[in-house]
């Protein structure tokens, strides 16, 4: 009798249609409770460190809005530094111990498994990156949540299919499940983050289509999870649960015709927010070789990161506080730690300050290169944060800039639909997801009045930035991934027909039935054949003589009229069909060891040859013809200079 895990597999994989229901549910309801648990941890993680120990404002320190900006502390910088480094120490010293793997951010770990590994994830390194992340944000590590807990969802969704021994393909399906499932929850915007997760897999602009149905399924149940999960547990351990339906609670804004000049401005914010994620992306890039260029014991360096992350913010609110004469103000610098999205809120709440907007508009961009550094510290450093909240928090931060620089201009939007525009634009640059990031905007403002905009602004941002990406598991596009190379590999000979190699007149020496052995050899003395065909009364095919057959016969005279060529042919039986695959053809060739075989149709009836070098022209005319017609519609191979683009090079932008 089989045990109950084969059972419920074999009945699930007997229905190809509702099976992904009950599977992507069932990785929703595993996303959701991660995601409850990991919000608790590290809120409830942070609130006692950083704002009962540290005192930093619990607006600061908390991933939603609390209505308030004061702690019940006074602010001590060294005992946030104590905190921070011994957060980092603990996540080097964990990573170390059970998954190096659980370093950084997380989705690109996800991005490279579903490419180059089948969609394996070791089940250790979900749960180390649970931990990990945990500690580390709530300890005040700069960085988000939703990279993590997309890798954790991603990772218990493999493991989930590993039990169920599903295969290699449906493993990838529900691996992205996993990152859908787990953003949603964490993001709180299902639509956007089943978009998301079928997009970040390329750098190019296409997304997994496979994966949609059960990514939905996956986001719905785990924002659901999610969040019932948050409401029984969290009063439990002092959470106050879903504040919101969203994370975030913008005012009411909205985009009509007759604000076309309003494109000006959301102009500016997609040029900045691509030229900021470039930057950021290589700031990334480069703090990740420099700390691992350090003689240091890995477990060591995120506790470096961690302490410079600190220094970083500390700096940055003397700096504000020297500046803005505002404790209120100035304490935001300290948002450069942590998720920072209470700059979000403060923006969306009204932006109530003392001083002229363009003196907030410096701080939101301080506030951007700020979070962009300490971010590239904690996750460079090996140190457990996500990528995914910074890139919002930054573009968040520099489309309020440029909305405020813009007050009283003609081409100027509302502030907070430029903290929107910039939020999207940021993250379409950054993870090379536009349609995710056009849904995330209209999710968070609760309406559809900012598409067009939206559209606008997350075109140009992906335009301008070019290949650059924060995740480095994306390949170009789907016919670069090795998950489909499989079925994506164009085999012309499987395609093709031994007819079509027949439509070509051909003229081949063939040996009437009643030939001699002399009249045989003349025969094959001026072909250049090896295999003969001999052919009986109305063409029919008798056999076929190999020349070697004739060649090793000594000349005889007696044994040349005793012995026909009816008498030497043999294998009329393993004759071709007209509709035989040329992938077939080569195998026959192949494993008979001869280069010629004979065809004919369903009488016998002899209709011509088939040789291993027609196959070779055929394939060759093939691979030609497709790589003519791709270059007359615009597209090259990799590494395939045109003068104009490369192949993932998108609109001629460069690299």
Known sequence: MKSPIPLLR?????????????????????????????????????????????????????????????????????????????????????????????????????????????????????????????????????????????????????????????????????????????????????????????????????????????????????????????????????????????????????????????????????????????WFIAVNDYAARRFDTLRLPFWFKPAIGAVSTGFVALLLYAGALLILQSEGEAELALATIGSGYGVLHWLFAGLQVDHHHLVIAGLLAVLAVGKAITTALTVGSGGSAGLFGPSIVIGGCVGGAVGLVLTGTPIAPPVPACVLMGMAGMLAASHRTPVAALLMVSEVAGTYLLLVPTMWVVGLAFLVTGRRSLIPGQVDGIQDSPAHRSHLFADVLATAKVADLLSVPRTWTTIPAGADLDTCRKLIAVSTQDQFPVLGAEQRLLGVIDRLEITKLAPDALLSGMVLADDLAGGAGAALSPQDSLAAVLRRLHHQHVDELPVTDAKGTFLGMVTSGMLMDHYRQQVERAQAERTAEGFTTPGEPTGKYQQGDYFGLGK
């Open 10 to 278: 074999d009945w699930l994989l007997s229905h190809p249609t509702g099976r992904w229901v009950v599977l992507g549910s069932c990785v929703g309801v595993l996303c959701g409770i991660a995601a409850a648990v990991f919000e608790i941890g590290a809120d409830v993680l942070s609130q006692y460190l950083l704002v009962g120990l540290a005192g930093v404002p619990a607006q600061v320190a908390s991933t939603h809005s609390t209505g308030t900006n004061v702690s019940e502390s006074a602010f001590n910088p060294l005992i946030l530094l104590a905190v921070m480094a011994g957060g980092g120490l603990l996540v080097g010293l964990i990573i170390a111990r059970w998954s190096r793997q659980a370093s950084g951010g997380g989705i690109g770990v996800a991005v490279h498994s579903f490419h180059h590994e089948r969609g394996h994830i070791p089940l250790a390194l979900p749960w180390t990156k649970l931990v990990a992340t945990i500690i580390s944000l709530g300890s005040g590590g700069s960085g988000g949540r939703e990279g993590p807990i997309a890798l954790v969802g991603a990772g218990f969704a493999s493991w989930f299919s590993s039990r169920l021994h599903l295969t290699a393909r449906d493993r990838r399906i529900l691996l992205v499940a996993g990152i859908a499932g787990g953003i949603a929850a964490a993001f709180r915007a299902p639509l956007a983050a089943a978009i998301f997760a079928a997009e970040v897999l390329y750098r190019g602009p296409e997304l997994e289509s496979d994966v949609i149905i059960p990514c939905f399924i996956s986001a719905v149940v785990a924002y659901l999870i999610g969040s019932i999960g948050l409401d029984v547990l969290g009063p439990l351990v002092g959470h106050p649960g879903v504040v919101a339906s969203t994370l975030f609670q913008p005012g009411p804004t909205a985009f009509r015709a007759g604000d076309w000049q309003h494109l000006g401005g959301y102009s500016l914010v997609a040029i900045a927010t691509a030229l900021t994620a470039r």
